[in-house]
């Protein structure tokens, strides 16, 4: 199933979704569609107007691919502009995924920032792809493309702190509108960028993660790159803290992002 059949399933019928094996990451299903999927039903319960600003994700424990799993979510609060929404996903009467998400209507202000300009990246096509191989590389790599445009791919032994290049969806899919959904699946494609800095295989996965969303959303389509960046700010004792934004070919900021990953290596 391709990203947007399974963010479909969620919409028709969030009390049984199975997230089957090809989403897999190692035994698992895939933490950036986990999310979406979340999202998704979230966003079904948010009155129009009132996008999706803020998510505060925790991975308590693994989804089971091939499995059926709930997707709820509950109104926390709905005050003028801002709706406080909280959602779960469930597999075997266990939370297995939380998501507490802001989304809030644009108001009147005299405070406007423009974002810091996009870092320097080599294009698309000077860049490393990180190939899809079964047995190899994560099974949810099949939809999602990854080329390298700073530091190094996983296991490689590269010290920098810095990783990141362009991601995608895969395939001649039929060109849609990108949204929130589709995005956290791009972002979170990326592996945890400590693992460059290992030479031989060890797993690593997010614990928590916050994604921030830069309101309107750029125009842009599911047949798009977009550039990634990730930093280490600091890495002990089997645990990494990592930022990390997202930005449109044009380098217009679309998302920021903050992980705790932990590594077993």
């Known amino acids: 199933m391709e990203l947007c059949e399974l963010l479909q399933a969620v919409r028709d019928n969030p009390d049984n979704v199975v997230v089957p094996a090809s989403w897999g990451q ?6 950036g569609l986990v999310a979406a999927l979340v999202f998704e039903s979230m966003r079904a319960k948010v009155p129009e107007g009132r996008p999706l600003r803020s998510l505060a994700i925790t991975f308590v424990g693994p989804l089971a691919l091939d499995k059926p799993a709930l997707f709820e979510a509950e109104v926390l609060r709905e005050g003028k502009a801002v709706s406080q929404m909280l ?14 998400g802001s989304f809030g209507a644009p108001r009147s202000s005299v405070v406007d920032v423009a974002a810091e300009p ?4 080599p294009p698309v096509e000077a860049c490393q792809e990180l190939p899809y191989v079964p047995g190899v590389t994560p099974e949810f790599t099949r939809y999602l493309a990854m080329r390298w445009g700073i530091g190094g791919l996983p296991f490689s032994g590269n010290k920098s702190r810095e990783m990141g290049g362009w991601v995608r969806q895969r395939g001649d899919l039929p060109r849609e509108p990108m949204t929130e959904a ?4 791009l972002v979170d494609a990326w592996p945890p960028a400590v693992l460059p800095h290992l030479q031989n295989f060890a797993p690593g996965s997010s614990l928590t993660w916050t994604i921030e969303f830069i309101q309107p959303l750029p125009s842009l389509d599911t047949h798009d790159w977009c550039m990634y960046r990730a930093l280490i700010e600091h890495a002990r004792d089997g645990y990494g803290h990592c930022s990390a934004a997202l930005w449109t070919p044009a380098g217009e900021l679309i998302a920021l992002s903050r992980q705790t990953v932990t590594v077993f290596g």
């Open 26 to 31: 190692g035994r698992a299903g895939f933490g």
């Open 87 to 100: 959602g779960r996903a469930v597999q075997d009467g266990q939370v297995v995924t939380i998501v507490q």
């Open 118 to 121: 996009a870092p320097a990246m």
């Open 182 to 185: 589709h995005l956290l699946a």
